[in-house]
């Protein structure tokens, strides 16, 4: 759905009916916009829905007004197959009809839907225990036995059959559309719906100037007190704290306050960095490399330590921090991962080294900003950063281990 309506291999094209919007904003690139009754995407089904099939997309429903179809699959007179939005009952379903498309079984949510805000959702088929079952944002949901389906002919997107009838249109936006012609295990739903989506970049390869841009929104941020440039060959990155012009050694007020990366903590989340911290000794001071802040607050910090001598990831009372001690005055890639479908918080430390701790919470709101070395609110005792930060990279999902590994490499 990055604007095109053919399938990643360039296949199975949909074909487009009223105005959908091509170019809307997705939970990767671009998303199919249906904001209006009429807008829906059609084609062939790629599966057999009487056999083992998948469904797997993520959708934004606006207005929770009505019945809204994410996607289906049906025939001219009604969905065999669909996952939904169901108003009456306020929750996601994964419906199925009887082969005589009189009755239908459905699955739903155990919680309410919430409506604008990406949610993933997947339904699975297996046929021999003749079993549907729901999966919201990678955890399984309802299930329902004695299922049987039948072969649809029609791949549906933002639009039902029922009766004859055309229903739940509108669905909002969807993205990511997937078919499948096998039961995805509950393994898969989890990485499907923990998939990476960049929200937020700095590079900090500017080098000289008073601000640094976020390559994803396109944000410059102003750089903050005691904060500038090192440019090491074709290394560059942020200094916070480094000597002055007399060559003194600083430290103290520094950071830089960026763009909102409009990542919701309750959801998936994963942050990457690369730190060095430029002290003598372990001192016993903490030291924030980044932070989410939201009205003046940090929501999470990763740091530094100054009681365990550790690197930490500390987030809404939970800190889930480093087997090993710090190395000061060394590059160190640190990488933060919230997995709501696991229920944790992971860490990991120079791409390969990783502990983790059980987590539930976070926050719903979206307008949190990213903070580079400091904690708020701010004190001047303590929490400033002082070395280098290079290359923070902010994601809505789960980076994955060889996600992580693969980008270890500062830009
Ligand atoms: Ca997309
Ligand atoms: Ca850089």
């Known amino acids: 759905m990055d604007g095109t309506l053919a399938d990643a291999d360039g296949n199975n094209a949909l074909t487009s009916h009223g105005d959908p919007d091509l170019a809307s904003a997705g939970y990767t690139g671009r998303a199919a916009g249906l904001g209006d009754p009429q807008d829906h995407l059609s084609g062939t089904v790629p599966a057999d829905t009487s056999k083992n099939f998948s469904l797997s997309a993520w959708a934004k429903v606006d207005d929770g007004g009505a019945d809204r179809a994410v996607v289906a699959a049906g025939d001219g007179t009604a969905f065999s197959a669909g996952l939904y939005f169901d108003a009456a009952a306020g929750r996601w379903a994964f419906g199925m009809t009887t082969p005589d498309r009189t009755g239908l079984r459905v699955a739903h949510s155990q919680a309410q839907a919430e409506t604008g805000v ?26 329902v036995t004695g299922v049987d389906g039948w072969q649809a002919s029609q791949l549906l997107v933002g639009r039902h059959r029922w009766n004859g009838a055309e229903v739940g249109g509108a669905p909002g936006a969807v993205d990511e559309l997937k078919v499948y012609a096998r039961t995805v295990n509950e393994d898969e739903v989890r990485q499907l719906a923990g998939q990476a989506s960049l929200r937020g970049h700095h590079r900090f390869n500017e080098g000289t100037g008073a601000g640094t841009q976020d390559e994803v929104t396109g944000t410059v941020a102003p750089l903050s007190g005691k904060t500038g440039w090192e440019v090491d060959g074709d290394d ?25 990366p409009g990542i919701r903590t309750d959801r998936s989340f994963s942050i990457s960095a690369w730190a060095r911290l430029d002290t003598d000794a372990h001192d016993g001071k903490d030291r924030t ?4 802040v939201r009205d003046g607050s940090s929501l999470l910090d990763l740091r530094y330590s100054g009681a365990s001598k550790k690197w930490e990831f500390v987030f809404g009372g939970t800190t889930v921090r480093t087997a090993y ?5 060394e590059w160190t890639y640190l990488t933060a991962v919230h997995d709501k479908a696991k229920a944790e918080v992971r860490l990991y430390f120079n791409a390969i080294y990783v502990t983790s701790v059980p ?13 580079f070395g400091r904690l708020s609110p701010a004190t001047a005792a303590g929490s400033f950063w002082k070395g280098g930060i290079d290359d923070v990279r902010v994601y809505a999902g789960v980076l994955s281990e060889q996600q992580i590994v693969a980008q270890a490499i500062r830009t």
């Open 118 to 143: 990406w949610t993933h959702l997947a339904g699975t088929y297996e046929f021999t225990t003749r079993t549907l079952t729901l999966y919201v944002d990678g955890v399984r949901q309802g299930q």
């Open 236 to 260: 560059t990155s942020l200094r916070l704290n480094g000597p002055d012009e007399s060559g003194q050694e600083q430290d103290g007020e520094a950071y830089v306050s960026g763009a909102a």
């Open 289 to 292: 490399v980044v932070s989410l």
């Open 325 to 329: 001690r710090a190395e000061l005055q």
């Open 359 to 371: 987590f539930t919470g976070g926050s719903a709101e979206t307008g949190s900003t990213v903070e």
